[in-house]
């Protein structure tokens, strides 16, 4: 296995974690926090099949609200935007967003197992374009979706619906990171997380 911490580090992808406090809002009140990343907090609704995500990264807005989002059983359900109830900061506003539950990936499970080689994949496709500079993992996802991977119809799918988005959106993969490859209860991989704007 690749160390991730070191190839992050090499993207310039530390991990950092957002310092803000949760905005007040009545939905989220008393609820308590069950994730944090760089850029967005998640706290759960408490029904057992939801969570209330609050994201300041441009790149998550738009990619659980667009119209032409990636779809399909790898992308998040989104059930709804609540609006802006605050502001990270960062200078971003904080958007409310009401999504399907999502897991960790369990140490050897299935997902976990085609997690690691996507990201592993992905990892030496960046090595390959490294001379790109901030590019290379946009290149290394478009070329992760000219050739298949044998990793499934549905999954190559849904890499190619994310090189599209990326494309299309001017942002940039985040899935060398495994937090955000998460799964459904039913052990569905999940790109939870995948985006990020530079
Ligand atoms: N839909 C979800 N359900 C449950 N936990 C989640 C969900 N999405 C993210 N998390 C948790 O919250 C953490 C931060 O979320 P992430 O989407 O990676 O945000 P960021 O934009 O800050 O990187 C993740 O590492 C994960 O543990
Ligand atoms: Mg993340």
Same mark, same amino acid.
């Given at each position: 296995m690749i160390d991730l911490a070191e190839a992050r580090s090499r993207m310039g992808r530390e991990a950092v974690v957002l310092p803000d406090p949760v905005p007040a809002h009545p939905l989220l009140d008393g609820k308590p926090e069950i994730g944090r990343g760089e850029y967005s907090i998640v706290i759960d609704k408490g029904d057992g099949e939801r969570v209330y995500k609050i994201v300041s990264s441009p790149a998550d807005y738009f990619l659980y609200t667009a119209d032409d989002r990636p779809a399909g059983e790898h992308f998040p359900q989104v059930y709804a935007?609540? /609006?802006?109830?605050g502001r990270a900061v960062s200078g971003y506003p904080f958007h409310l967003i009401e999504m399907e539950r999502l897991y960790p990936l369990p140490d050897n499970s299935p997902a976990a197992e085609l997690a690691t080689r996507l990201i592993e994949v992905y990892w030496s496709a960046c090595q390959q374009w490294s001379?790109?500079?901030?590019d290379m993992g946009r290149i290394a996802l478009y070329h992760m979706t000219v050739d298949p991977? /044998?990793?499934g119809d549905s999954l190559q799918q849904a890499l190619k619906a994310l090189s599209d988005f990326i494309e299309e959106y001017h942002v940039l993969p985040d899935?060398?990171?495994?937090?955000n490859l998460m799964m459904r209860k039913d052990g569905t991989l999940v790109f939870s997380d995948p985006v990020f704007i530079a």
């Open positions: 935007d609540h /609006g802006i109830i001379q790109l500079g901030m991977l /044998g990793v899935i060398l990171n495994a937090n």
